[in-house]
């Protein structure tokens, strides 16, 4: 006799500097944390019940992190994704506060060279921005390529993480 698995899937809003951030958990870990009008955001109805209750933790580091208090997010989370998708989050993850690095390094370092289009398609994917940081990622020429929360973002999150955010453009 088999039986379903459930699943439970529940969100919550949190304000930012750089938005409203939309938090989803299943079974109680970060699955997902969505800003407004990203790519590749997944459609509301998949978000699960309101719900604060899971995320203590993750608006505790999150706002340590926005006051300039954390560099490291230390948080169980569950991402879903290919193998490969799974292989690049991991590497954004080691990627160190305020450094960044290049779609083709990221290729070299998963021991795929030529795959900087395949990563970059990968970090776009990425399920849990900021604190998978995926706008640690840069084209080869040092250009803010394509980010999902949109480029004024990510040159945003970048000049916080070098203490110079006041160099960039408010826009929300």
């Not at 459609?43 to 309101?50: A, I, K």
Request: proline residues 7%.
């Amino acid at each position: 006799m088999t039986t379903a698995s459930t699943t439970t899937r529940q969100h919550t809003v949190v304000d930012s500097p750089y938005g409203a951030l939309t938090l989803v958990a299943t079974d109680g870990t970060l699955c997902g944390l969505y800003m407004t009008g990203q790519r590749h955001r997944p459609s509301e109805e998949t978000f699960g019940l309101p719900d604060p209750r899971p995320f203590g933790q993750v608006t505790a580091q999150l706002e340590a992190y926005f006051a300039g208090e954390l560099t490291d997010f230390d948080l169980p989370l569950r991402l879903e994704g290919t193998p490969f998708q799974r292989s690049v989050w991991a590497e954004l993850a080691r990627i160190p506060y305020g450094e960044t690095r290049s779609y083709g390094e990221l290729a070299d370092i998963l021991g795929k060279p030529g795959a900087s289009r395949a990563v970059g398609l990968a970090n776009g994917k990425n399920p849990v921005g900021i604190i998978v940081p995926c706008h640690r990622v840069i084209g080869a020429s040092g250009s803010l390529t394509g980010y999902g929360g949109g480029l004024e973002r990510k040159q945003r999150l970048l000049a916080f993480e070098r203490g110079a955010e006041a160099e960039a453009p408010v826009l929300f």
